[in-house]
């Protein structure tokens, strides 16, 4: 009688072992869905503004200074109407008849941009 009686309490442990041991695991499932939501929900947010003004497309002149390069002048301009830099590169070279990449010091180039209509003055750099 003892040695039944020790064997369900054995069972009656190990079920309980077992029991716990699902409880931890669920609510470790439970809390990792629970922050990959979180995650979902607060990275992926993006504030999204209403333009108050048209936007209009404007050149501007710039003298090539010792070092530069269409990219570097490029990533200077470059506005959100472009859908990437290339693009971007291949509009000053289609504006200045360029068909390399090639540009000198001290000559003069042709950049597009878009700005605030009104915002006519942008900074040559």
Same mark, same amino acid.
């Given at each position: 009688?003892?040695?039944?009686n020790?064997?369900?309490?054995i069972?009656?442990y190990?079920r309980r072992?077992?029991? $716990?041991g699902?409880?931890?695991y669920?609510f470790g499932?439970?809390?990792l869905?629970?922050?990959?939501?979180a995650?979902? *929900?607060?990275i992926?947010k993006?504030?999204?503004a @209403?333009?108050?003004?048209a936007?209009e497309?404007?050149?501007?002149?710039?003298?090539?200074?010792k070092?530069?390069?269409?990219?570097s $002048?490029? &990533?200077t301009?470059?506005?959100? @109407?472009?859908? &990437? $830099? &290339?693009?971007? *590169?291949e509009?000053?070279?289609?504006?200045?008849?360029?068909?390399?990449?090639?540009?000198?010091a001290g &000559?003069?180039i042709?950049v597009?941009?878009y700005?605030?209509?009104?915002n006519?003055i942008?900074?040559?750099q």
């Amino acid at each position: 009688m003892y040695h039944t009686n020790t064997k369900c309490r054995i069972i009656d442990y190990s079920r309980r072992n077992m029991n $716990i041991g699902k409880r931890s695991y669920l609510f470790g499932v439970i809390l990792l869905f629970m922050l990959i939501l979180a995650s979902i *929900i607060f990275i992926t947010k993006t504030v999204t503004a @209403e333009r108050t003004s048209a936007r209009e497309k404007l050149v501007t002149s710039v003298q090539i200074k010792k070092g530069d390069s269409l990219w570097s $002048i490029a &990533n200077t301009y470059i506005t959100e @109407e472009y859908r &990437n $830099i &290339n693009e971007y *590169i291949e509009e000053i070279k289609t504006s200045n008849g360029l068909s390399t990449d090639t540009i000198h010091a001290g &000559n003069y180039i042709i950049v597009p941009y878009y700005a605030d209509a009104g915002n006519r003055i942008r900074g040559v750099q």
